[in-house]
């Protein structure tokens, strides 16, 4: 089955009429989540060198908040879950030794502070 269109359909509106958008999508915000892991200190190492490395991996631009804690690091990373498999990817092979928590929607980890 082919579609027709006349040409006429195409001629250009006057300047003068307002332009009418028929257009009845509306654009929902883009569901976030929040995913907290926690990086450990090693004796051997200085201090920071895991969120040094974390920082400067591709998944440094998903970290929006750090709170060192006794012995640890505890990071937050703000994902879409369309990217969790390539976040939890690159995780492990970056940092095999951090403890990845729970997910969480962006909106409940804003409530739970």
């Known amino acids: 089955m082919a579609l027709t269109q006349s040409i006429d359909s195409f001629a250009t509106q006057p300047l ?17 989540v929040r ?12 201090p920071g060198t895991q969120l040094r490395v974390l920082l400067h991996s591709p998944l440094g631009v998903y970290v929006v908040s750090t709170e060192a804690v006794r012995q640890e690091i505890r990071v937050q990373l703000d994902i879409a879950p369309d990217d969790l498999d390539f976040t939890l990817h690159t995780l492990i092979s970056t940092l095999p030794a951090a403890t990845i928590g729970p997910l969480k929607r962006r909106s409940a980890a804003a409530k739970a502070r």
Not at 16 to 32: D, L, Y
Not at 35 to 46: A, D, K, M, N
Request: hydrophobic share 30%; no cysteine.
């Open 16 to 32: 003068n009429e307002p332009h009418v958008q028929r257009n009845n999508v509306i654009p929902f915000p883009a569901t976030r």
């Open 35 to 46: 995913l907290q892991v926690t990086l450990p200190h090693r004796s051997y190492e200085l």
